[in-house]
């Protein structure tokens, strides 16, 4: 199990891996805090229908800001060109959290680029009332207070080794992190020691979770984004999500009837690393061409 990396220049240089395959492209798109190491488990597996690709969004990963936008609507545009420059036109469109949220905005935006759009764990809006985990909350609280999120970042990585913080993260992200095969796992360890030693970590990690939290408060432009996506869309969801509640994932659905919900029992944000193999079959199912 490899990663393998490529760059290309999008206005500056974004890295990539580029799982191969000869099918039609998929791309997939890293959430707040991840990279292209997150689809490791999967991209090989999934490269036997299409040609897949993973990128590292500017600032996360091995991909340095280069002065652009670490916002939604950045990414958004970023994704857009990447389809069209790397993957060569219409995608497979694959998200993960932030990278759920990024992805629906490609689809509503650029419906020809999306053949199809696949949700996993997306940072939607939750439905009034709906649940929420009391430490991610405070945490995004935190993220969100100028001066606050720059001095807990500086003290989490000033207690913890890089291993360590990688760890809490995975802890965090799933039911039980020794699912995650270990290779995966040191590749998360290695990237975590080289982030490091990248000045801009922390302040773009920062911006987009500020940009992310209130597209999630304020559901007017998710919504509006749901009601426009024109591709087939599945929605993958862990009943013990603690980031995204499922409750987020069945109000898209309860918007858009013909959307398919895939509820993954016993696992939490992460599916395609914690549960590889179930992942892939669902991916299987739904992009798998219709018989004549």
Not at 165 to 191: F, G, M, N, W
Not at 236 to 251: C, K, M, Q
Not at 253 to 274: A, K, S, T, W, Y
Request: charged share 25%.
């Amino acid at each position: 199990m490899t990663l393998p990396l490529r760059t290309v220049d999008l206005g500056g240089p974004v890295t990539y891996a580029d799982f191969g395959g000869e099918g039609p492209p998929m791309v997939l798109v890293h959430g707040l805090g991840g990279s292209s190491v997150n689809w490791m488990a999967v991209g090989h597996e999934l490269s036997r229908d299409h040609h897949v690709y993973a990128l590292d969004l500017p600032g996360f990963g091995r991909t340095p800001p280069e002065g652009r936008e670490a916002t939604i609507r950045g990414y958004r545009r970023l994704v857009t060109r990447f389809i069209e420059k790397v993957a060569g036109g219409p995608a497979v469109l694959v998200g993960n959290s932030m990278g759920g949220l990024i992805s629906l905005g490609v689809a509503a935006k650029r419906p020809k680029l999306v053949t199809s759009l696949v949700l996993v764990g997306a940072a939607l809006p939750r439905p009034p009332g709906g649940p929420q985990d009391p430490r991610v909350l405070l945490t995004f609280v935190l993220y969100m207070v100028p001066g606050a999120g720059e001095i807990f970042l500086r003290r989490r990585k000033a207690l913890l080794t890089p291993e360590e913080e990688s760890d809490e993260l995975l802890k965090l992200c799933t039911v039980d992190v020794k699912r995650i095969p270990r290779e995966v796992l040191l590749a998360h360890y290695q990237l975590s020691r080289e982030r490091r030693t990248m000045p801009w970590a922390n302040d773009t990690f920062l911006a987009a979770a500020r940009s992310l939290t209130p597209r999630v408060l304020f559901p007017r432009k998710a919504h509006r984004w749901l009601r426009a996506v024109k591709a087939p869309t599945l929605l993958i969801h862990g009943t013990e999500d603690r980031l995204v509640p499922l409750a987020a994932s069945r109000e898209a659905c309860r918007l858009r009837r013909d959307f398919r919900l895939e509820i993954f029992d016993d696992v939490g944000h992460v599916p395609q690393m914690e549960v590889p193999d179930r992942f892939v079959a669902a991916m299987r199912s739904f992009t798998a061409p219709s018989p004549s």
